[in-house]
């Protein structure tokens, strides 16, 4: 247990104060990824809970930016070139200069434990050893292939950690949670403790009153925006203006409603884990077809970054599915689908190292564990009804009878 203790407040205050100490090492000043000294020197594990941080003592790094996932942990922001990077919290300026294959970047050392970086700026706007505040102006956007960008990372003991498991990048707020991080030598691994906010993003339980009792929660008949239509990560406009949550009951689906997205695959990789995987890998052969899971219509389809070749459809119950990797896509924006019609041909483009499926449930631009949904094993529609909350959290209740099998 003792590599599992949570550091005291008097602890972490001294670390506070070490970490911001005015003088850094020239390695500390040269190198992005260093350790940061003495934070694992009492114990293996630290918690941070971000649910009672006020609502100015954080910022995102480019409010006005769309943010996507990758390279690794961290996340690009696309803006306009010359826009204003912002501190993210309180600290001090580690790191700031030029440094190959990053181009200008700013590491700041936080109190909290985090370190936070931004980097491929076309200059800083500080220097090592200054105190910042949340908010304030670190550097400029730069620019690579004609677009405006900033790589943004968080790093504990100079190891990176996963952008998206702190931060909602679609909503660019914080995930107001407390979180367990732990030394494993060769890693930081993070743990969520609960979120003190929003609740569990699944939660078995009886779903709250004032939902829409049906499944058309959205108007699919809606234009795309052109933004709907450039990224795979969407919000759902309009999803919860009539009430604070939706029912998807899905186990009224009959046949014709739904179709297991490449019967006859295997998972090779589930949702979740240390990667933070944002689907479900399913597999078959190369060039399988790829079934449209319920009635919808083409928001996204193209090449997206480490997606490769995706589609994503729009459902009227309010749901997205995300189909990627494809060797081929069979559909394009606008187009509308039945429930097991070929949309996609299975592949391995983008980040891919096997032909297969990259298959994902969305709701409102967040991903969901799509064995909520759907069995597996035996490849069938789950009986269950849902009820998406516009806090982010969802309740799946099992439920007997129904039309799917």
């Known amino acids: 247990m003792k590599t599992r203790r949570i550091l005291s407040m008097a602890l972490l205050a001294a670390l506070s104060l070490h970490m911001t100490a005015d003088n850094f090492t020239p390695a500390e000043q040269q190198q992005i990824s260093i350790a940061t000294p003495g934070l694992f020197a009492k114990s293996k594990s630290f918690t941070l809970d971000l649910s009672v941080l006020p609502q100015g003592d954080w910022s995102f790094p480019l409010p006005v930016g769309a943010a996507r996932k ?6 690009t922001i696309t803006t306009a070139t010359g826009d204003a990077v912002k501190a993210m919290f309180n600290g001090r300026v580690r790191l700031s200069r030029n440094v190959p294959g990053h181009g200008v970047t700013v590491v700041v050392r936080h109190g909290n ?48 950690v996963n952008v998206e498991t702190l931060v909602d990048i679609v909503r660019k707020r914080l995930r107001r949670q407390s979180y367990l991080f732990t030394d494993k030598g060769i890693s930081v691994e993070i743990a969520a403790l609960g979120n003190a906010s929003d609740g569990p993003d699944i939660a078995e339980g009886v779903p709250e009153p004032g939902g829409l009792a049906d499944d058309e929660a959205v108007d699919v008949d809606a234009e795309f925006t052109s933004y709907e239509k450039r990224v795979v990560s969407a919000p759902t406009k309009g999803l919860f203006d009539d009430a604070s949550s939706i029912t998807i009951n899905l186990h ?92 996609a041909l299975t592949g391995r483009t983008g980040r891919a190292t096997t032909e297969h499926l990259h298959f994902e449930v969305r709701i409102n631009g967040k991903t969901y564990d799509p064995a909520r949904f759907f069995d597996h094993k035996n490849r069938s529609l789950k009986k269950v009804k849902i009820v998406a909350h516009k806090s982010g959290k969802v309740t799946t209740t099992p439920m007997s009878g129904g039309a799917n099998s």
């Not at 990758?70 to 996340?75: A, K, L, N, Q, S």
């Not at 985090?114 to 620019?143: C, D």
């Open 70 to 75: 990758g390279p690794g942990e961290d996340i």
């Open 113 to 160: 434990g985090l370190e936070t970086v931004y980097a491929r700026l076309r200059g800083a706007m500080v220097k090592p050893g200054q105190r910042v505040e949340a908010g304030q102006t670190v550097g400029i956007v730069g620019e690579e292939a004609g677009k405006g960008i900033c790589r943004f990372g968080i790093m504990v003991n100079g190891f990176p």
């Open 252 to 343: 009224q689906y009959g046949e014709g409603d739904w179709a297991y997205p490449l019967p006859g695959a295997k998972v090779i990789s589930p949702y979740g884990g240390k990667r933070r995987h944002a689907g479900v890998d399913l597999k078959t052969k190369p060039n399988d077809e790829i079934l449209a899971a319920f009635p919808g219509r083409v928001r996204f389809s193209g090449n997206y970054y480490g997606y490769g070749r995706v589609v994503v459809v729009r459902h009227a119950n309010g749901m997205e599915t995300l189909y990627s990797h494809n060797s081929k896509n069979l559909v394009k924006v606008g187009d509308w689908v039945k429930a097991g019609q070929p949309i």
